[in-house]
């Protein structure tokens, strides 16, 4: 099972945590990689409370043991006092980047003003790509159908094990030059 | 009057300040939020000069003495030497909303190419959202109605007071679920 | 020769600095210039590997030594480990233009969703813009279109030397207000 791609799920949130709520962004997160996704994939997935201890902590975890070229997080990118996942993720990654974030962003906003509110970032851990996802289950799906076609060739950028998509669902897009192991 | 919610005008320009130039910024944001609020506000309102501590002294005096819960700036913004109203905002906030003026800029853009020069932040300060807005009365206009229907909404998230708009002018976008204290 | 404005161009790219691959970026920055600017320029230009000391200490030369009011840089802008030209433009920059870096992605993004993944960013140096384009002359072209209109405003209100466009390839907007010396 080695060579089966691992991906990280985190959802976020103080209410999904204590089980007083019921999480709707893990089962978004995996119905839509289910969909998009060709070929086996391996999750690896918590649920932690908005502390940002917490959170960094289980982003090392994902990235670091599980070896997660990919880890989606869900919630806790709002402006409200207990939001801070991009802070965590922001603290435990080298770089952003800003593109994946805006166009989230300009995607939501087709849909609903309030998504110039999402503070979400995307960010580089060694050779894992962490992207920051809201917690409305619907958001998931508008996010994600507007960034992923970039992720498998970021994935093969930073390293990361190779994804395949199902193009009739996603198509990942690839620079023709690209196409053997040279990176730029 | 403690329920009538308070909002801050900040104009900076060292013209204007100087009383060398009839400022056209704070008039701009008046007529704008007369037009577009419905039920009372507060006016709390500050010319400075393009000199960072004393932005910095008003901003902080916006938020915290006179309880401004929505604290917005003109002028300031761009890429000339004495233009430092963003570094003043990012010095008295926690933390930057992205969305806002990646938002505010797009809007510009469909109207002058030169927008993309705004280094403009939005940023919350404790309970109080500060917005940066150009100096020019039509930029501004444009401005407010591209980022304004999130703005109540976000106000609602940081605990700063209820604001209604007129739906014929600007309708704030609240989710169904946000109807009661939730907030996420 | 005094008052002929200086550009400065920048390939970053190891394979191009080892003599192993032929630059394509300068070759498009320079053709893309010259139909687009009119009246003389002087060209300053360096080719270096992806390594952040080099790229910063060729940016302070053209910047200080040279007296480019512009510099454009060309490769280095990806997820890739060895992709630093953000970081080394960041490092000897003071402050960032992030509309212009925005509104180049948003340009790229209506061609290719990869575009997403450019980090680049443009940033000021004392009198001098700095921007920072991709490797690729399609979407160097794409870039340049989709900013340039807003570069020659931006480089007056810095103090660096007039450009001039040829309207029938790139229209310069200048407020009508900033036809004198006037900056806000």
Same mark, same amino acid.
């Given at each position: ?14 209410? +999904? ?6 999480? /709707? *962004? ?13 070929? =086996?994939? /391996?999750?690896?997935s918590a649920i932690?409370p908005d502390e940002?201890?917490?959170? $960094? ?6 990235? =670091? ?10 919630? *806790? ?5 207990? =939001?801070?996942?991009?802070? +965590? ?18 995607? *939501? ?54 994804? $395949?998509? =199902?193009p009739k669902v996603? #198509? ?7 196409? #053997?192991?040279?990176? /730029?």
């Open positions: 099972m080695k060579d089966v791609p691992a991906i990280g799920l985190l959802a976020v949130s103080d209410r +999904a945590s204590a089980g007083t709520y019921q999480d /709707r *962004g893990l089962p978004a997160l995996r119905a839509w990689l289910n969909r998009a996704l060709v070929g =086996d994939w /391996r999750e690896a932690v940002q201890p917490q959170i $960094e902590s289980a982003l090392r975890r994902l990235c =670091d043991e599980e070896g997660c070229g990919l880890v989606l997080t869900t919630g *806790g990118t709002g402006p409200a006092p207990r =939001d801070v996942t991009p802070e +965590a993720t922001r603290a435990v990654a080298g770089r952003e980047l800003p593109g994946l974030a805006e166009c989230m962003r300009a995607a *939501g906003l087709r849909h609903t003003p309030t998504a110039a509110l999402a503070r979400q970032v995307a960010a580089i851990r060694n050779q894992s790509l962490i992207v920051n996802l809201p917690g409305n289950p619907k958001a998931i799906d508008e996010n994600l159908a507007a960034v992923f076609p970039a992720i498998p060739y970021c994935l093969d950028l930073i390293g990361a094990a190779r994804l $395949e998509t =199902d996603c #198509t990942a897009f690839r620079p023709r030059h690209a196409s #053997t192991n040279r990176q /730029r």
